[in-house]
């Protein structure tokens, strides 16, 4: 059976594909030969050279390593002929063309057997080689143009033995390019089917060409599908993979018995599987899009052309295509709906990603500051936090983007069925009816008015209850839009806002990076001019000297010479001796600028106090012995024998009948009643106590009483006649807007008028409160719907639209309007003077502690002294009694010879030392204010506080104005406790706004003392300091200090630890102390524990 299979003429069996462009030329270059006959080894010797690359690499353009540009080679004449046929065999043309090389044959056998076989002269020196080497050259650039650069050189110049399977087609490469060039043919199938439509201008040929157009747009669905299933196969098995795998691991580690070097290797294997299972949901994820992507631009294409057929045709004769224009609008909206949640899928996958790179980032930058890494690395660390946290944004922007167009092919696909069930309807009421002859004019007219009377359709009103569902859908829809927009707006508003302050940092930054580069540029030209002047006096001294070589006799030169100033002469008693390091210089030496050397020898530390240790020789026995057990307690009484009771079913209870004030809840218990007095159990004896305060337990337990569920608000109006037109007063978008707000609104106008009248929350919310004010009728849409109430008949007046008698309704509340604005604003006080009072205390209370802080002036102390140390012999900067505080976000900059620490950590060190009584400990306490303190107190400003003030003043008088309005116009019976609660709020509103206004102001006068305190100076072009210049000086000071005092808190702590161990040591080792554990069955032992038993009893 198998070799008749393998016999088959049909059979592919050892057949293989082959590359279609195996031999295909992606550029064209100019290729030029060579030939000559060499003739010590009777062969011709070809050269090739590529012509277009050795003039790119003459203008530089190809670099080393770029592909060969020159073969050569020798070629006998046998070889030559047997390329040809090569040759001859891809081109069949070349056959004439290859020139008569005979005479260069070598002489074999046969010349010697027939002499007349070589016609040409045996001297080579006769021979002519030129004309042959020429016609060789021409014959392969004729190869060349035919045959192929490619086929060519690999047939002459081949250099290894290449694999056949390098010509070979790829089978899965082979495949989804087939699949492709599928999927495109039914592409351009269906693209000519679509612009063929111009051509019908009758509707039966367009209704011909839409069924083609199905036909082919389920080829293309058929297709994509089979390709894209095609793709997603690879990454479904490897998901399923990946999970058994990771599933046997799991298993691995919770039942078998491991060691710990396995169990961490499987636990590393179980992640990299994870993380292949994850990568394969994602790829899966794309492909997904990519599918729907498809699908969803072919029916946008369908549903564009069909719209533009519908403005060719009239009514009657579109009304057939109708239903698939529908259709189409159902399946666009469905393939664009499925997707774009495939799409949010992707989104949401691409933050979560980035949001465990930025906490992988955060926490790998928390191990490097605690292994005190360079600022370099900090500083590009930063950068990748901030390009990570705008490819969140951006991301999350992309999501909500994404969300949208969900919400939006949502609604089309419940437009889409809305506008189907209506066609349906206006079907239904449009279709004829026939009724057979009537002879009666009489029964001719019951007739007709029976049928006017009579109810719609059953199929009508199904039809009209999925549409009311439909509606409400959409207005749920529109509402979730309206929180996703809110949503959207706040991150934008956020990043700007973030945004701002970046910048305005950088700007911060960027100054005070400019002011030390001016700096610097000072002290380079201050060197610079030391450097001339000691080259001027190099100078002069040198000719002085040769003057007095030259000039031998008696002369006196006289320099003029300066007086000392005082504070050179009385350096001994400036505050720097507190941190000299040299002793002090007698009377004899002359002074010296320069710092005393530091000496190897440490100052002699204050011996600790002797720590008391107590050494035990065994653990002490317990002081208390254990209780005892508590004796056993007395069981639950036995249960009565079945028929004990001699109970009686027509007997009267004993206990009278008890009736609650209200319905309380059930206990389902079994009831047991006596007859006998004399019954021995405990139900007998036992007398029920009174209940003293019932209302408390009619309160707790009483049954929940069931209110009525409240209908929506647009379900108390009342239903509209079918027969009668609506009439409408608003115009189409007001009118929408206000029923999809009525349609949100599950209450009653009585719960509205209540809520505003009394001033209560508890049933309407101030969102719903604010919406309605929002939404209330202008003058002119109240205007028209007065008049049409008071001009009208009741009739007319019940056909009003559902909008419009709301905004009647609402407006027939007494000053909704100034009630409501006044209710909402009592809010937005809260809010805004909550908000200022904050800002104020965080200004206060740093200025406060920037001024009172005894702690900050030790400190300050400390950076004034080691910095006139430093600046000493410098008349410019030393000798200085207060520094700019510019200065202290730099001193972290300044680093010792070593680079081991800076200038900070010494400050820190040397506080901790001779200021700390309590460094190391518990007890300690950080010196400066809280950095986050500093940095909250930057972002405020003055100018945005004073205009909140301002703002809120402003809009208080105007609720004040409203207040009394209200009052002016509501009637004793609508005035209270509106007006009571509005006077008081209004009354407190100003006591805190006055209170807070005089906070604000003694704010300002209080960072105008800290100005003034630390003599700042407002920037060139500024009229004062701002309070983000002073407060972000310090936050860097205050940040840097802090971190470098807790590492030094620290090591403080451990030297002390390690101190009093080692004062153990010697302790123990003095003593000689041995310490046994001790026998606890021993006879001593026993013997102790009860002399301590008996004690302690």
């Given at each position: 059976m198998d070799s008749v299979e393998l016999d088959r003429l049909d059979s592919l069996e050892g057949w293989v594909a082959i590359k279609s462009d195996i031999f295909e030329e992606e550029e064209t270059f100019k290729l030029g030969f060579i030939v000559q006959w060499n003739v010590i080894e009777s062969k011709f010797a070809v050269t090739c050279h590529n012509r277009t690359l050795q003039r790119q690499k003459r203008k530089a353009e190809v670099s080393v390593g770029d592909p060969q540009m020159s073969w050569a080679g020798l070629f006998s004449v046998s070889d030559l002929k047997h390329i040809h046929q090569q040759f001859t065999c891809v081109a069949d043309v070349l056959g004439g063309c290859f020139p008569d090389i005979s005479g260069f044959e070598e002489s074999n056998i046969w010349d010697l057997l027939f002499l007349n076989r070589r016609s040409c002269p045996e001297d080579d020196s006769e021979r002519d080689f030129d004309a042959p080497c020429r016609k060789l050259e021409k014959y392969f650039s004729t190869a060349i143009d035919l045959c192929g650069r490619k086929i060519v050189l690999e047939t002459l110049f081949t250099q290894d033995e290449r694999d056949v399977e390098e010509y070979f087609e790829n089978l899965q490469e082979f495949k989804k390019t087939t699949m492709q060039e599928e999927m495109s043919r039914a592409k351009s199938h269906l693209r000519q089917l679509l612009?063929?439509?111009?051509?019908?201008?009758?509707?039966?040929?367009?209704?011909?060409?839409?069924?083609?157009?199905?036909?082919?747009?389920?080829?293309?669905?058929?297709?994509?599908?089979?390709?894209?299933?095609?793709?997603?196969?690879?990454?479904?098995?490897?998901?399923?993979?990946?999970?058994?795998?990771?599933?046997?691991?799991?298993?691995?580690?919770?039942?078998?018995?491991?060691?710990?070097?396995?169990?961490?290797?499987?636990?590393?294997?179980?992640?990299?599987?994870?993380?292949?299972?994850?990568?394969?949901?994602?790829?899966?994820?794309?492909i997904t899009v990519t599918y729907f992507a498809?699908?969803?631009?072919?029916?946008?294409?369908?549903?564009?052309?069909?719209?533009?057929?519908?403005?060719?045709?009239?009514?009657?004769?579109?009304?057939?295509?109708?239903?698939?224009?529908?259709?189409?609008?159902?399946?666009?909206?469905?393939e664009t709906l499925q997707h774009m949640r495939a799409t949010e899928m992707c989104l949401s996958r691409k933050k979560d990603t980035i949001k465990e790179r930025l906490e992988n980032l955060l926490r790998r930058d928390q191990n490097q500051r605690a292994d005190s890494r360079s600022a370099f690395g900090d500083g590009r660390q930063q950068d990748t936090v901030d390009q990570l946290e705008l490819q969140f944004y951006e991301t999350q922007l992309e999501l909500y983007d994404a969300r949208f167009e969900i919400l939006k092919n949502e609604e089309q696909l419940l437009v889409a069925q809305i506008e189907t069930l209506r066609r349906q309807v206006k079907e239904l009421k449009e279709e004829v009816v026939y009724y057979d002859v009537c002879e009666d004019q009489e029964e001719l007219q019951s007739m007709i008015h029976t049928d006017l009377q009579q109810a719609d359709s059953p199929i009508i009103s199904q039809l009209r209850r999925r549409l009311q569902s439909l509606e409400s859908k959409r207005g749920s829809i529109c509402s979730r839009r309206a929180y996703l927009r809110n949503k959207k707006d706040q991150c934008i508003e956020a990043h700007e806002q973030k945004q701002l302050a970046g910048k305005q940092s950088s700007m911060l930054l960027s100054q005070h990076h400019q002011v030390h580069l001016k700096r610097e540029k000072r002290k380079e030209e201050e060197q610079k001019r030391k450097q001339w002047v000691d080259q001027e006096r190099e100078k002069t001294l040198s000719r002085l000297r040769s003057f007095r070589e030259r000039r031998q006799g008696p002369y006196i030169l006289k320099t003029p010479q300066s007086r000392k100033c005082p504070s050179e002469v009385s350096c001994v008693s400036q505050p720097m001796s507190i941190i000299s390091l040299s002793p002090s210089t007698s009377p004899e030496e002359p002074p010296s600028i320069r710092p005393a050397p530091r000496r190897n020898k440490t100052p002699k530390k204050q011996q600790p106090k002797d720590i008391p240790v107590q050494i035990y020789s065994a653990p002490p026995p317990p002081s208390v012995p254990p209780p005892p057990p508590p004796p056993p307690g007395c069981g639950p009484p036995p249960p009565p024998a079945m028929g004990g009771f001699g109970q009686k079913v027509n007997a009267a209870p004993r206990k009278p009948v008890v009736e609650p004030a209200c319905p309380m809840k059930p206990l389902y218990w079994n009831r047991i009643q006596i007859q006998d007095n004399n019954n021995n159990t405990l139900w007998g004896s036992l007398k029920e106590p009174d209940i003293v305060n019932t209302n408390e337990f009619e309160d707790l337990f009483s049954k929940a009483v069931l209110q009525q569920k409240k209908k929506p608000l647009s379900d108390t109006y009342e239903k509209k006649a079918k027969t009668k037109k609506i009439i409408k007063l608003l115009d189409g978008k007001r009118s929408q807007a206000v029923g999809i707000l009525i349609s949100s609104l599950h209450l009653e106008m009585k719960d509205i008028q209540q809520a505003v009248l009394n001033v209560d929350n508890s049933v309407v919310d101030l969102e719903t409160i604010e919406a309605l004010y929002e939404n209330r009728a202008t003058g002119d849409e109240m205007d028209k719907i007065t008049k049409h109430y008071e001009t009208s008949k009741e009739d007319e007046v019940k056909l009003l639209d559902k909008p419009e008698q709301f905004l009647y309704e609402l407006s027939q509340i007494p000053d909704f309007a100034g009630r409501a604005h006044c209710i909402i604003f009592q809010s937005v006080f809260r809010d805004t003077i909550s908000s200022i009072h904050r800002k104020v205390q965080i200004i206060s209370s740093t200025c406060k502690a920037l001024l009172e802080c005894k702690a900050l002036q030790d400190v300050i102390g400390l950076?004034?002294?080691?910095?006139?140390?430093?600046?000493?012999?410098?008349r410019t900067r030393g000798q200085a009694d207060g520094f700019g505080l510019e200065i202290l976000p730099k001193l972290k900059d300044v680093k010792s010879k070593d680079n081991r620490i800076n200038l900070v950590d010494y400050v820190v060190l040397y506080h901790l030392r001779y200021f700390d009584q309590h460094a190391g400990t518990d007890k300690s306490v950080f010196p400066l204010p809280e950095p986050q303190d500093f940095f909250q107190a930057?972002?405020?400003?003055?100018?945005?506080?004073?205009?909140?003030?301002?703002?809120?003043?402003?809009?208080?008088?105007?609720?004040?104005?409203?207040?009394?309005?209200?009052?002016?116009?509501?009637?004793?019976?609508?005035?209270q406790p509106f007006k009571q609660k509005m006077e008081a709020f209004v009354s407190e509103a100003q006591k805190e706004h006055s209170d807070e206004e005089d906070r604000l102001n003694a704010a300002q006068k209080s960072f105008q003392d800290v100005v003034n305190y630390f003599g700042l100076k407002p920037k060139s072009g500024e009229k004062e300091v701002a309070p983000s210049h002073v407060f972000l000086l310090w936050y860097e000071f205050c940040n840097d200090f802090r971190n470098s005092w807790v590492r030094q808190s620290k090591n403080i702590s451990k030297e002390r630890l390690k101190e009093a161990q080692e004062n153990i040591k010697k302790i123990t080792a003095e003593k000689r102390v041995e310490t046994k554990k001790i026998n606890a069955h021993s006879l001593k032992e026993r013997l102790r524990q009860k002399e301590a038993n008996v004690s302690s009893s």
């Open positions: 612009q063929s439509h111009r051509s019908a201008d009758r509707m039966v040929a367009l209704l011909r060409i839409y069924e083609a157009e199905d036909e082919a747009y389920r080829d293309l669905v058929a297709v994509a599908t089979s390709f894209f299933q095609y793709l997603l196969q690879p990454f479904r098995d490897m998901r399923e993979l990946a999970c058994l795998y990771k599933i046997e691991i799991l298993k691995s580690l919770e039942f078998e018995d491991l060691g710990p070097k396995r169990i961490a290797a499987l636990e590393k294997e179980a992640e990299e599987w994870r993380m292949k299972a994850e990568d394969a949901a994602a790829s899966i994820q794309d498809q699908t969803s631009k072919a029916l946008a294409g369908m549903l564009k052309q069909m719209e533009e057929d519908k403005r060719r045709f009239g009514p009657a004769a579109w009304a057939s295509a109708a239903p698939r224009l529908e259709k189409l609008r159902f399946l666009f909206a469905k950076v004034l002294a080691f910095g006139n140390y430093m600046n000493g012999g410098n930057a972002q405020v400003k003055f100018d945005d506080l004073t205009k909140d003030v301002r703002k809120l003043k402003k809009d208080l008088t105007a609720c004040e104005k409203d207040v009394q309005k209200v009052c002016t116009n509501s009637s004793e019976e609508h005035l």
